[in-house]
T-cell receptor, first 112, second 113 residues
Framework: EAQVTQNPRYLITVTGKKLTVTCSQN?????MSWYRQDPGLGLRQIYY???????DKGDVPEGYKVSRKEKRNFPLILESPSPNQTSLYFC???????????FGEGSRLTVL | AQRVTQPEKLLSVFKGAPVELKCNYS??????LFWYVQYSRQRLQLLLR??SRESIKGFTADLNKGETSFHLKKPFAQEEDSAMYYC???????????????FGQGTTLQVKP
C-alpha cells in the first residue's frame, strides 16, 4: 500500500533530550516536507526537501534539523527539545511540486 | 506576503443544510489552491484542487481571482462531512517549484443530525 509512515506516533519526552521522528515513503516521491499543526495556527512548514541531499528551511525551522540521505526517508531531528515544540507533526511527500501532498498519520510530541 | 485566511474556526450546520467554508488568499502571482480534509483519527488528505474543477463528495470550490477567494461549498451537508478543513496555497516559495503549501488556520465543520 502506497503510504507515508511516521514513527513514533506518540512521544512524551523531557526538555533537552534529543529525539528523532522518522518518516518514510514508498511512492518514490522526490519532494518531502515536515509540518507542525498547532491550534489556531493551522499547519506550518518546518523543513522541506526537493531530493536526496537537497533540503531547505520552511517557515518555522528553529530548533529542528533534517537530513535526506535516501529518497524514501526524511527524519526530523530535535537536538534539544523544548516545551514550545510540543505539537502534532506531519510528514508529507509529493511526486513533484504539484502541491498534492500525501501525509503521514502524524506524530504527537509532548516536551515536559 | 503570501497568506491564506480561513475566518471561521468552527462552522456548525444541520444535516441537509448548505455549507460554505470560506477561504481568502493573498498572493501576487498565479496561485494554485487546494482544499485538504482531516476526518477524525485519519490523516490529512486532498479533497480537491482548483485546476481540476471537479466535484468531490459533493463539494465544489471556485477560484475567484477578483475577490481572492476559494470558498468550499456543498448544497446539502451530511453527517460524515464533519471534519477539519484546510485551505492551502501553492507557489508560495521563492521559486514556484518548491512545492511548498501555505495552509490556512483550518475550519472545523460540525454537521448535526
Amino acid at each position: 500500500e502506497a503510504q507515508v509512515t511516521q514513527n513514533p506516533r506518540y512521544l512524551i519526552t523531557v526538555t533537552g533530550k534529543k529525539l528523532t521522528v522518522t518518516c518514510s515513503q514508498n511512492m518514490n516521491h522526490e519532494y518531502m516536507s515536515w509540518y507542525r499543526q498547532d491550534p489556531g495556527l493551522g499547519l506550518r512548514q518546518i523543513y522541506y526537501s526537493m531530493n536526496v541531499e537537497v533540503t531547505d528551511k520552511g517557515d518555522v525551522p528553529e530548533g529542528y534539523k533534517v537530513s535526506r540521505k535516501e529518497k524514501r526517508n526524511f527524519p526530523l531531528i530535535l537536538e534539544s527539545p523544548s516545551p514550545n515544540q510540543t505539537s502534532l507533526y506531519f510528514c508529507a511527500s509529493s511526486p513533484s511540486s504539484s502541491g498534492e501532498l500525501f501525509f503521514g498519520e502524524g506524530s504527537r510530541l509532548t516536551v515536559l | 506576503a503570501q497568506r491564506v485566511t480561513q475566518p471561521e474556526k468552527l462552522l456548525s450546520v444541520f444535516k441537509g443544510a448548505p455549507v460554505e467554508l470560506k477561504c481568502n488568499y493573498s498572493y501576487s502571482g498565479s496561485p494554485e489552491l487546494f482544499w485538504y480534509v482531516q476526518y477524525s483519527r485519519q490523516r490529512l488528505q486532498l479533497l480537491l484542487r482548483h485546476i481540476s474543477r471537479e466535484s468531490i463528495k459533493g463539494f465544489t470550490a471556485d477560484l475567484n481571482k477578483g475577490e481572492t477567494s476559494f470558498h468550499l461549498k456543498k448544497p446539502f451537508a451530511q453527517e460524515e462531512d464533519s471534519a477539519m478543513y484546510y485551505c492551502a496555497l501553492s507557489g508560495a516559495g521563492p521559486s514556484s517549484n518548491t512545492g511548498k503549501l501555505i495552509f490556512g488556520q483550518g475550519t472545523t465543520l460540525q454537521v448535526k443530525p
